[in-house]
């Protein structure tokens, strides 16, 4: 068993309780994947339905569970004030485990429900990814607020982003780096996919600003790092890389991670390296922002869920309150087709401050923050 596997499995045992309460608090409103499809009725009909589809295997759960429980909050809220059109909106999660024949039995759950209107908030990655390209032309669902940040080709002008992508992110994080005063730092790639998607990306980023990029490794010991290094991978990679670390006495390290990496399961791992700090940059205001969408985030959690707030929460809460919003204005009747031509529309959104606007098809706002995990395991920001 690699070290990635046993980290991911810590990740796992870590989660185990508290997906078990937030799985318990979601009442009958959610339904898993494996589940059959229930035959239509008039009822049905009549009703509507936002499907998200989860993966919840070991290497992603720690992002898509905070995701997920921020979307339920979303969810929740909205349909105590009213829902849509005086009607709740049945919230159908659908959960995978990552292999490509879940996600398609998945997407084909959310297909066969007709009063699912849109999909939203799919999480992670590359979830978002293969669900775009399950699409069909004739009939497709709208693919709204994913959590999905590589660079995305979409001819059948259904995958409507609001987050930042990859390339944002590292230029934030490496334009961070300027301002620091560095002129070279490390980067290491978890996986070699990862390093084929990004690999121009971070080179270009850096070069921009004057910064040299020097590649490094992910699965060896790095006696000598150097002072700054960008991590792209998970969370259980990146727990594996920086207990690896073997800095010199008195040495310090700052290693600036992605969206993809989970800051409070991380410091809930322990065992990293005492000189070491973690930053990891995120496609979302603060936690502790005070924008009116983060303080609402905060209250509702803090009502519905034993759970703190988290950067992939307030994503996951985000991208259910501008599903909703953008679902409300619709002026006829609400199916596929009227909800799809809304969402490429792309007009302007505010969700609490939070705006999404667009240049044509190219998202035209970015929101990215950092947040840092010091050495005593404290988060700052």
Known sequence: MSTGQRSAMAIAALLAPRRRAVLQAAGAATAAWALPARPARAQDMRSIAVAQIVDL???????????????????????????????????????????????????????????????????????????????????????????????????????????????????????????????????????????????????????????????????????APPAIVLFVGGTPELHDYVRRMALPQGRQCYVIALADVNLQVLAQMGGLHRNVSVIATQPVPLVTASLPVVRTYREVMARLYDEPPSPQGLAGFIAARYTAEVLASVTGPLHRASALAAFRKRSEVQVGGFVVAYEGRRLATTHVTQSMLTTDGRIVG
Not at 88 to 116: F, K, Y
Not at 199 to 213: E, I
Request: charged letters at 15%; a neutral charge; aromatic letters at 6%.
């Open 57 to 223: 295997s070991a290497r992603h759960q720690d992002v898509s569970r905070d995701f997920l429980v921020g979307s339920r909050a979303a969810w929740a809220a909205f349909n105590a004030q009213g829902g849509l059109r005086g009607k709740p909106v049945q919230h159908l999660v659908l959960e995978t485990d990552g292999s490509a024949a879940s996600l398609r039995a998945a997407w084909q759950t959310a297909h066969a429900d007709p009063a699912c209107v849109a999909l939203s908030g799919c999480v992670g990655d590359g979830t978002a990814a293969a669900i775009a390209s399950l699409q069909p032309a004739d009939a497709p669902l709208p693919h709204a607020a994913p959590w999905l940040h590589r660079q995305w080709q979409d001819p059948g002008d259904t995958v409507f982003g609001i987050f930042p992508n990859y390339q944002a992110q590292i230029a934030h994080a490496v334009r961070s780096l300027s301002v620091m005063g560095v002129q070279q730092a490390g980067v290491v790639f978890a996986h070699a996919d990862l390093q084929r998607q990004l690999q121009d990306s971070v080179t270009q980023a850096g070069a921009a600003v004057g910064l040299r990029m020097q590649s490094l490794p992910a699965a060896q010991r790095h006696p």
